[in-house]
T-cell receptor
Framework: DTGVSQNPRHKITKRGQNVTFRCDPI?????LYWYRQTLGQGPEFLTY????????KSRLLSDRFSAERPKGSFSTLEIQRTEQGDSAMYLC?????????????FGDGTRLSIL | GQQVMQIPQYQHVQEGEDFTTYCNSS?????IQWYKQRPGGHPVFLIQ?????EVKKQKRLTFQFGEAKKNSSLHITATQTTDVGTYFC????????????FGQGTILTVHP
C-alpha cells in the first residue's frame, strides 16, 4: 500500500535560504492539500489542489510561499527567503475526488528547521 | 470560516479508565471528522459524522454529533497504552472541498 510520500523528512537551513518540499499523493487521489503544524497545535491549512488547479490559498500564506502540481500528480511547496517563523512540520494530504468531503490521508511530513 | 474549540487540552488517565474529548462550535457544522496523531506521527483519519445526533462506534471508541450539530465528542472506554496520542476534531469544507479546519487537539497520556 503506497501512502502519501513526502521528502525530505527533515530540512535544516539558514535564514534567508530557499527550500522546496515534494509530496507524492496516493496515485488515484486528485485532491491534494498542504498544511503546516507547529508544536502543540493542530495542522493549519495552507493550500489545496484539485488535479493541477490550485483552487485555494490560505490568507496566512505569504508571497514567499508557492506551491505547484504541474501534472496533477506530485506537488512541490517552495518557501523563499526563509524566516525563523517558518520552522514547522509541513504536512501533505490527499483524498479522492467526487462529491462530499472525503477522509484525508496524510504523509509523514517534512520538518523544517531554520537556523 | 468554521472554527472549533476542543477541550480538554491535556488528559492523563490510568490504563483502564475512560476518556472523553469534546469539540464545540458557535455555528452549525456541516460535518465533523476525527483524527488521531501518535507522538512523532501524522494525523490518521478515524471517522466522519454528518447527521444530527449521529452516533458511531469503533470497538472501544464512540463518536457523537450533537443534535444541533454544534458539538461532537469522542469517548474511549477502558483506555489502553496504545491509545496514547493527540486527538483532533476537524471540520471539512468551506470554499474548498475537504479543506480541514482543526481544533487544538487533546493530548492523551495513559499510565500503565
Amino acid at each position: 500500500d503506497t501512502g502519501v510520500s513526502q521528502n525530505p523528512r527533515h530540512k535544516i537551513t539558514k535564514r534567508g535560504q530557499n527550500v522546496t518540499f515534494r509530496c507524492d499523493p496516493i496515485s488515484e487521489h486528485n485532491r491534494l492539500y498542504w498544511y503546516r503544524q507547529t508544536l502543540g497545535q493542530g495542522p493549519e491549512f495552507l493550500t489545496y489542489f484539485q488535479n493541477e488547479a490550485q483552487l485555494e490559498k490560505s490568507r496566512l500564506l505569504s508571497d514567499r510561499f508557492s506551491a505547484e502540481r504541474p501534472k496533477g500528480s506530485f506537488s512541490t511547496l517552495e518557501i523563499q527567503r526563509t524566516e525563523q517563523g517558518d520552522s514547522a512540520m509541513y504536512l501533505c494530504a490527499s483524498s479522492p475526488g467526487g462529491a462530499g468531503n472525503q477522509p484525508q490521508h496524510f504523509g509523514d511530513g517534512t520538518r523544517l528547521s531554520i537556523l | 470560516g468554521q472554527q472549533v474549540m476542543q477541550i480538554p487540552q491535556y488528559q492523563h488517565v490510568q490504563e483502564g479508565e475512560d476518556f472523553t474529548t469534546y469539540c464545540n462550535s458557535s455555528t452549525t457544522l456541516s460535518n465533523i471528522q476525527w483524527y488521531k496523531q501518535r507522538p512523532g506521527g501524522h494525523p490518521v483519519f478515524l471517522i466522519q459524522l454528518v447527521k444530527s445526533g449521529e452516533v458511531k462506534k469503533q470497538k472501544r471508541l464512540t463518536f457523537q454529533f450533537g443534535e444541533a450539530k454544534k458539538n461532537s465528542s469522542l469517548h474511549i472506554t477502558a483506555t489502553q497504552t496504545t491509545d496514547v496520542g493527540t486527538y483532533f476534531c476537524a471540520v471539512a469544507g468551506g470554499t474548498s472541498y475537504g479543506k480541514l479546519t482543526f481544533g487544538q487537539g487533546t493530548i492523551l497520556t495513559v499510565h500503565p
